[in-house]
């Protein structure tokens, strides 16, 4: 059973957070599930993972980016204006917020030691942001971007001009627009912040990266250049062969298959070696 629990940011912004493993929190290392574009804590995998790894002695948290779309119905896309003003940095902000929480005892009385999974842009996420905490000491991603930013010249060119971007969301039918501030964040913090190949350059913590073999979406080879970047004394690279962006998973959840089996394993045993010890 997960406890469910509302986070107000800053910005007041609402961040629904589901906690699992709760006997374990006062033992244990935290794990933070981090959702990716048109993702969402309760998509597919996200409950399932999150049960494994509580079962395994772990205290895990999903949780939902505030504009990531959804609103009060946890499986649908209710909110298309917020999904629309959404940021790269906003969702680091968001998940910072989210660490400081967990650090500062919103959950209970905790170890101070946490590791994260970021899969696709959450991914991406995870990385931008875990320099930020010590309290980070390892971090997995799954079919993570290796650059945000995915949009060509004629494609920005229109965004300007038109003033958002529009995305087919395959799964629902449903039209989702970006609005032009997220292209101005892309922009301004492309060198900096927003610059994935320098927060894995100079992580220095344990890193775990997992990619499908047939992954259409964010294709194998982004998987190889983090871990080009990346310390290969603290880096491990999995090549998930003949599986693709969500290691055979579906939504709605219709069950597991060996290959994300096997995925869920080897993160475990990373976690275990890195978070466990000491």
């Not at 996200?46 to 049960?51: D, V």
């Not at 002695?57 to 917020?82: A, D, M, Q, R, W």
């Not at 994260?116 to 991406?124: D, E, F, I, V």
């Not at 492309?190 to 964010?218: Q, R, T, W």
Request: aromatic share 12%; glycine share 8%; with cysteine.
């Amino acid at each position: 059973m997960s406890k469910e629990i509302i986070l107000t940011t800053h910005r007041k912004d609402k961040i629904n957070i589901s906690a699992y493993g709760n006997e374990n929190i006062h033992k244990a290392p935290c794990l933070i599930f981090v959702h990716g574009f048109k993702g969402f804590k309760d998509w597919g995998f996200g409950p399932y993972l999150a049960k494994y790894f509580a079962s395994k002695g772990y205290f895990v948290l999903t949780f939902n980016f505030s504009h990531n779309g959804i609103g009060n119905k946890p499986l649908e896309f209710t909110e298309l204006n917020k999904f629309a003003e959404n940021t790269f940095s906003l969702e680091i902000e968001e998940l910072s917020e989210v660490v400081s929480s967990y650090l500062n005892g919103l959950f209970g009385s905790s170890i101070k030691k946490i590791g994260l999974l970021g899969h696709s842009r959450g991914g991406a996420i995870s990385l931008l942001t875990a320099g930020k905490f010590a309290e980070i000491k390892a971090v997995a991603v799954w079919a993570s971007v290796s650059n945000l930013d995915r949009y060509s010249k004629r494609q920005k060119e229109n965004w300007r001009k038109n003033g958002v971007f529009k995305v087919l969301n395959r799964r629902t039918k449903q039209t989702m627009t970006i609005n032009l501030n997220l292209l101005e964040d892309l922009e301004k913090n492309k060198d900096g912040s927003l610059n994935i190949k320098k927060a894995v350059e100079n992580l220095n913590k344990p890193l775990f990266i997992a990619h499908g073999e047939e992954d259409l979406a964010v294709k194998i080879k982004e998987g190889e250049q983090i871990y080009d970047w990346a310390n290969k004394e603290l880096t491990e690279f999995h090549r998930i062969s003949s599986t693709g962006h969500t290691f055979g998973i579906k939504h709605p959840f219709e069950g597991s298959n060996p290959k994300f089996e096997n995925l869920l394993m080897l993160t475990e045993e990373f976690y275990n070696y890195n978070l466990m010890r000491g």
